[in-house]
Nanobody, 125 residues
Framework: VQLQASGGGLVQAGGSLRLSCAASGFTLGYYAIGWFRQAPGNEREGVSCISSSDGETHYMNSVKGRFTISRDKAKNTIYLQMNSLKPEDTAVYYC???????????????????WGKGTLVTVSS
């Protein structure tokens, strides 16, 4: 199980970025996927997640209405569209996968068994 996050970069406050999480060696459609982030000196926190059926999504309060998670099964890729970015969104963003028995998803990093390398998002003021 390999995941690779990409799409990070430097953007001004108010700008947008789209992160991608590509999978290799397995089909993302069977997994709940989460996006997490970690800023220097902070704990890793859950940003958004989507269930395997795409029927359930969750967002942390501070990104609701600004970020959107989505899945392209044909491309075996998960996206995180980030709009109206703020300096406090600056962090390394990670995607993670969990093959759950139920059709749900979680923002708790501790329950996610598979992780990809992160991509750095820097939002300047």
């Amino acid at each position: 199980v390999q995941l690779q996050a990409s799409g990070g970069g430097l953007v001004q406050a108010g700008g947008s970025l789209r992160l991608s999480c590509a999978a290799s060696g397995f089909t993302l459609g069977y997994y709940a996927i989460g996006w997490f982030r970690q800023a220097p000196g902070n704990e890793r926190e859950g940003v958004s997640c989507i269930s395997s059926s795409d029927g359930e999504t969750h967002y942390m309060n501070s990104v609701k209405g600004r970020f959107t998670i989505s899945r392209d099964k044909a491309k075996n890729t998960i996206y995180l569209q980030m709009n109206s970015l703020k300096p406090e969104d600056t962090a390394v963003y990670y995607c993670a996968a969990d093959r759950r028995r139920d059709d749900g998803c979680s923002l708790a990093a501790r329950v996610m068994p598979y992780w990809g390398k992160g991509t750095l998002v820097t939002v300047s003021s």
